[in-house]
């Protein structure tokens, strides 16, 4: 059974950082990709970012981009998202999320098929 795990949220200042970490198990990814995505309250779940694991190619949503990025570990079957430069905009829960196959777009939902439970990210102004 896949597993992914997610931490690393909390309350952040505006212009702070927070790192995420999504330790996945019951599977090996390495042939993948994973994804973060975030859902704020009354939205839509959207995505955030993705990485390819055999490419190393990264993408990102604009909304973004230059202040986030996300990275894996192999080893660990980890992957990361440093944020940067946070917004109050950017506060939601933050989900990882891996596909059950190989996927040429990584940028919507129905790309994937596992989730983890989420990790609160709030940002005060």
């Known amino acids: 059974q896949v597993q992914l795990v997610e931490s690393g949220g909390g309350l952040v200042q505006a212009g702070g950082s927070l790192r995420l970490s999504c330790a996945a198990s019951?599977?090996?990814?390495?042939?993948?990709?994973m994804g973060w995505f975030r859902q704020a309250p009354g939205k839509e779940r959207e995505f955030v970012a993705s990485?390819?694991?055999?490419?190393?190619?990264?993408y990102y949503a604009d909304s973004v981009k230059g202040r986030f990025t996300i990275s894996r570990d192999n080893a660990k079957n980890t992957v990361y998202l440093q944020m940067n430069s946070l917004k109050p905009e950017d506060t939601a829960v933050y989900y990882c999320?891996?596909?059950?196959?190989?996927?040429?777009?990584?940028?919507?939902?129905?790309?994937?098929?596992?989730w983890g439970q989420g990790t609160q990210v709030t940002v005060s102004s």
């Open positions: 999320a891996a596909p059950g196959n190989f996927r040429v777009v990584l940028t919507t939902r129905n790309a994937y098929d596992y």
């Open positions: 019951g599977r090996t990814f390495g042939n993948y990709a």
């Open positions: 990485i390819r694991w055999i490419t190393d190619d990264t």
